[in-house]
């Protein structure tokens, strides 16, 4: 991938930052030297582990490995200490906006004040740091380097998919009625506007096993159907959906598949590679625990020649050699904000990813076990670990409405949730990630006990 064109601009610049004299000017330029080295080296970057340093406590010291048990409180509260969470909330939001740990915040702190002290000429070296970013998503996502684009969010690279394949008149896209709207709408305009058809199947929530999904797919094909569209984990009951099959279902027959994996990376295992998709969109600030802001787009390389996005970035858009630098950033951007995605996916590998699942699986499991003792309350999502995420958990009431019932748990005891209302359910959504307790759970099941 080519480097953008501002910093093709700067070739003088270029060349003084190769001076060592002139980096070593300000502390901070220091530390993105550094945070270059040590990732080019394939460690954690320095960005990430001097910020933990600073912030670090005697109990805060920065992790270096996964627990020896998923159960080891006392290691997941030195996690809990990474965060700036506040002692008079329970976050359960995850599946909305994910928490920045320390070292993250610290990492885009550093990138403005950088910015701030050296201008122009700082944003060269911070583009060797977003495309460190763009190189290590592509790492953790199981995607070769060329087939991911960094983005501001899921709903981002959802408009660049629904825009960029190429479908004629008449020709349909069949999605199902759990979309979210940011993957439904931009269909439903294409649809409005270029006469294109949108169909829907519904998947029963949760659904008796994974290939009545594949099959309610299947019997919903037309032979005008050019693409499938569909999330990962959905949004609302946070079911897993059987993405693999799905998606060599739709290859046999010639249709594109485009994946919403905004819920899924770094709460359930994503490998792009073999998933077998052509097209996925996701934010990266919900479960990956990067900045407000950052998400990204993969396009399998064996698909790139069929995808078009109305919205060039600043690249050479016309030359297909470049892979996908035609598709974005456009003009001048948040580099700090994107060169602090990596610091946040190295924050989670020091945990470890397989670490990660087990914990939020057991808390979800433990949270669902709860939830089935109260009297009228019903699971939306499943118990099955094939068919359910392990962060997403929610639940209905007999005779309450999601939004009210929410409202009273955040009034009462400040905790955040979700929910979701559609024609086929209306859930209480909790999302829980690693860095929250049994203790928080006891303590939802405790009020709703008292609520109810
Ligand atoms: C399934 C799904 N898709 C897309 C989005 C949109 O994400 P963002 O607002 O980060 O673009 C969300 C957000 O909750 C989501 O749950």
């Avoid at 199981?142 to 960029?164: D, S, Y």
């Avoid at 994503?270 to 996701?282: K, P």
């Amino acid at each position: 991938m080519n480097r953008d064109t501002d910093r093709a601009n700067e070739a003088p610049l270029d060349r003084m930052e190769s001076d060592e004299t002139a980096r070593d000017e300000t502390g901070s330029r220091r530390r993105f030297l550094k945070g270059s080295l040590a990732a080019a080296a394939g460690v954690a970057t320095a960005s990430m582990w001097d910020a933990t340093a600073a912030f670090a406590q005697e109990d805060e010291k920065p992790l270096s490995g996964p627990p020896g048990r998923i159960d080891d409180e006392a290691y997941w509260e030195r996690v809990r200490a990474q965060f700036h969470l506040k002692p008079d909330t329970i976050y359960l939001n995850n599946g909305t906006l994910g928490l920045c740990p320390k070292p993250v915040t610290q990492a885009v702190y550093d990138g403005y004040l950088y910015l701030a002290e050296t201008g122009s000429e700082g944003r060269s070296q911070l583009w060797d740091e977003v495309e460190e970013s763009r190189k290590t998503a592509a790492r953790f996502l199981g995607a070769n380097e060329n087939e991911m684009v960094l983005t501001r969010n899921a709903t981002q690279g959802l408009r660049f998919i629904a825009n960029g394949i190429r479908m004629e008149p008449g020709d349909e896209v069949l999605m199902t009625t759990d979309e979210h709207i940011a993957g439904f709408q931009p269909w439903t305009r294409r649809a409005r506007r270029y006469g294109i058809q949108v169909n829907q199947v519904q998947i029963p929530s949760p659904p008796g096993s994974k290939q009545e999904v594949v099959d309610l797919f299947e019997q919903a094909l037309t032979p005008r159907t050019k693409v499938i569209f569909f999330c990962q984990v959905t949004r609302g009951p946070g079911l897993l959906y059987p993405v693999r099959e799905l998606c060599a279902m739709a290859r046999e027959k010639g249709i594109v598949s485009a994946v919403d994996g905004a819920q899924a990376p770094g709460m359930t295992p994503v490998n792009l590679n073999e998933m077998g998709c052509d097209l996925f969109a996701t934010s990266l600030h919900k479960w990956a625990l990067t900045p407000s802001g950052t998400g990204c787009l993969y396009v399998r390389e064996g698909f790139q020649d069929n995808f078009w996005p109305g919205s060039g970035g600043n690249g050479p858009w016309d030359d297909r050699e470049q892979g996908l630098w035609h598709v974005g950033p456009h003009g001048t951007y948040e580099r700090p904000v994107r060169a602090a995605i990596k610091t946040a996916l190295n924050f989670l590998e020091s945990i470890g990813m397989d670490a990660i699942f087990a914990r939020d699986r057991m808390l979800s499991d433990y949270l669902k076990g709860q939830l089935m003792e109260l009297p009228g309350v019903s699971l939306g999502t499943s118990t099955d670990h094939a068919l359910s995420s392990p962060g997403i958990t929610s639940f209905g009431v007999e005779g309450w409405d999601s939004t009210l019932l929410r409202g009273i748990l955040q009034g009462k005891a400040g905790i955040v949730l979700s929910r979701d209302q559609r024609r086929t359910h209306d859930l209480v959504r909790v999302s829980t990630h690693f860095y929250n307790t049994p203790g928080e759970i006891d303590r939802l099941i405790e009020l709703l006990k008292e609520i109810l």
